[in-house]
DNA sequence: ACCATATTTCGTTCAGGAACGAAGTATGAA
DNA sequence: TTCATACTTCGTTCCTGAACGAAATATGGT
């Protein structure tokens, strides 16, 4: 019982791994050889460091292709560090994201990505319209949700694809979780329908419209 | 910045120095001999361990005579160990698994704790019955208050006794400050002769008494 | 297939610091 | 005063674990 505390506790107590957590400590993941460049450590040596962070379920690993992307486990490990910075006194803002236009609001692939995706995304959890942890599934509250607001959910769901239905995309950006999957996509198709937001004619930025600023608003709490 | 943090936590970061932090977090004060006792290592080596948590400020330290007595810095430390318990998802975090009344009125060794106390002191700062930061002294309104309300406060005052006379607690359950040493354990014992509370035969539980929901309302605003 | 990049595993080196006991200091008690 | 107890300081030993680079593995791009 101790035993697992002063096992945590001596994984925190290292000044190379307590820098990488503060890091992570916006929320963000990074890959491994960012955190090893960032600390200023031979990328093996941040292996070991990280594993043993995942170990005491601090961190946790999401894969993706050759990557791996790092974040913090969960809020409790979030609070753990809130309150060890409480003791310094020192708490630093966290750096808000400078939002040029590219990271606000743009595509990845055929869904929505940027500050905007992320905070859609979170919206939509938090009102429990989905559930799930990097799966999600619509619930009925959802389903009625976006039904109301126009979205031909019926069809959606029976539409017959290989594409999984709805999952966790991490945003280059913000390296923060959004909507991909069929309904990520259907989104998007219908967000450019609605004209809420227009395609930039040379990238993939998303322009936000007069009348999507209105409507993410009321639809999704989510003001521009 | 992350400097500090990063000693704080190797501070923290070490078997023997967390175990003294899971001692103290009863909020009691205890000797530096008592502690090696408890986590089995030399007086010396317990010296060297809490030299650091106090260079830290994790835990202060009160010098009486030839003793010095160690308990936890602030409730920050407090919180802080809280949070690290949080994570090991061990069910000795305190709220979940004591049962209400015990939180609510019972004692901590020799004095009144939970919420009553707790209460009960600030009610006690803010009437000015008592000055100081984490060593109260009575002041002549609290001393009048408390004689009228039947305390032998000049005997208690004038009591010979290694015991300090009225300190700062750090409460097991409400994470808040109640009033400990001398005057507190007197309090008790006027409180249990009054019979404004009783205790409970098997446990450190009060029991308010029909009485003693009056008096505490009457002379300390305390609902209950 | 080939190479480039991301990450891990392994073996080695090395510094820091945890622990002890002995000797020194401070305080209280007889 | 003298002794006992509480605690600290010092010097020494010893072990953990942080760091590195080289080689292995995994994945993507061309």
């Known amino acids: 019982m101790q035993n697992k505390l002063a096992e945590i506790s ?7 791994r307590i820098n990488m957590l503060c890091l992570l400590m916006d929320g963000r993941a990074y890959t491994a050889t960012e955190l090893s460049i960032a600390v200023d450590i031979a990328p093996s040596t941040a ?14 690993c999401l894969k993706q292709g050759k990557y791996r992307y790092f974040r913090l486990a969960s809020p409790a490990v979030a609070q753990l560090l809130e309150s ?10 966290i750096p808000s994201t400078t939002p040029d236009e590219l990271k606000y609001c743009r595509t990845c692939y055929d869904h929505m990505a940027g500050k905007i995706a992320v905070d859609l995304l979170s919206f939509m959890k938090q009102e429990a319209w989905i559930t799930g942890e990097n799966e999600y599934s619509l619930t009925p509250i959802g389903s ?6 126009g979205l031909n959910i019926k069809e959606i769901v029976t539409t017959k694809s290989k594409k999984r239905f709805a999952y966790a995309c991490l945003d280059w950006s913000e390296r923060k979780e959004h909507l991909s999957g ?23 930025e998303l322009i936000v419209t007069p009348s999507g600023k209105k409507s993410l608003s009321r639809y999704f709490n989510i003001t521009i």
Chains 1, 2 share one sequence.
């Open 10 to 16: 001596t994984v925190i107590g290292d000044k190379t």
């Open 182 to 204: 069929l309904l990520g996509s259907q989104l998007l198709k219908f967000i450019l329908d609605k004209k809420w937001c227009t395609r930039h004619p040379h990238s993939r």
């Open 144 to 149: 009625e949700s976006l039904t109301q607001m």
């Open 47 to 60: 292996s070991v460091h990280l594993n043993k962070l995942v170990e005491q379920k601090l961190i946790e």
């Open 84 to 93: 060890l910075m409480n003791l310094t006194s020192s708490l630093q803002s």
